[in-house]
């Protein structure tokens, strides 16, 4: 199994910035990928931000230029720099990690997610 523990979230003022973090930990063979989705209230969970161990990056329309997700592959941590921040951004933020461990093929981890609020 994967454990996933995600750090950061809070409350912030719209045209402020958030920095997430989320660190991997078990018996990891390798993390293919490593992202940030979101979910607000009666809404659906959505992609923010992935990276994948090659540093490819992909970002959803709504944070593009705003966002900066980085990811350190020795330490099994990705990051969301989040600046700019608009009401809109508000929601529970989760890490998510495709990844390979001992003897079980890659598959999707999520972390118990992180509240991001942004006032206006």
């Known amino acids: 199994q994967v454990h996933l523990v995600e750090s950061g979230g809070g409350l912030v003022q719209a045209g402020g910035s958030l920095r997430l973090s989320c660190a991997a930990s078990?018996?990891?063979?390798?993390?293919?990928?490593m992202g940030w989705y979101r979910q607000a209230p009666g809404k659906q969970r959505a992609l923010v931000a992935q990276?994948?161990?090659?540093?490819?990056?992909n970002y959803a329309d709504l944070v593009k230029g705003r966002f900066t997700i980085s990811r350190d592959n020795a330490k099994n941590t990705v990051y969301l720099q989040m600046n700019s921040l608009k009401p809109e951004d508000t929601a529970v933020y989760y890490c998510?990690?495709?990844?390979?461990?001992?003897?079980?093929?890659?598959?999707?981890?999520w972390g118990q997610g992180t509240q991001v609020t942004v006032s206006s």
């Open positions: 990276v994948t161990s090659g540093t490819l990056t």
């Open positions: 998510r990690a495709f990844a390979e461990v001992v003897g079980v093929p890659p598959q999707d981890y």
């Open positions: 078990g018996s990891i063979v390798n993390i293919i990928a």
